[in-house]
Nanobody, 113 residues
């Protein structure tokens, strides 16, 4: 029904920046909310940021979530990264129209010198 594909992860030094992307197979206007989650080794998955058509929420002040409705893309700009940000980052979409809660396979971000 809905596929989400993340990209943009990789190895970055402390203090560096990365921009993650999430490509959706459906119009993101059909999603009630989209978000970025992350899961660090040995820890539970946690919400990083979420966005709806009229509201943006970020639990990390260094991270900015944005969306491109025309191209069905979701982004996460991450600045001043530190080793605690090392995790697999997942794109999520929730949609009453599509009847579910959808996840990408994740992209690994490693912050290390």
């Amino acid at each position: 029904q809905v596929q989400l594909v993340e990209s943009g992860g990789g190895l970055v030094q402390p203090g560096g920046s990365l921009r993650l992307s999430c490509a959706a197979s459906r119009s993101i206007r059909s999603f009630d909310v989209m978000g970025w989650y992350r899961q660090a080794p040995g820890k539970e998955r946690e919400l990083v940021a979420s966005i709806t058509s009229d509201h943006v929420a970020s639990l990390k002040g260094r991270f900015t979530i944005s969306r491109d409705n025309a191209n069905d893309m979701l982004y996460l700009q991450m600045n001043n990264l530190n080793p605690d940000d090392t995790a697999v980052y997942y794109c999520n979409a929730r949609s009453r129209y599509w009847g579910g809660d959808f996840w990408g396979k994740g992209t690994l971000v490693t912050v290390s010198s």
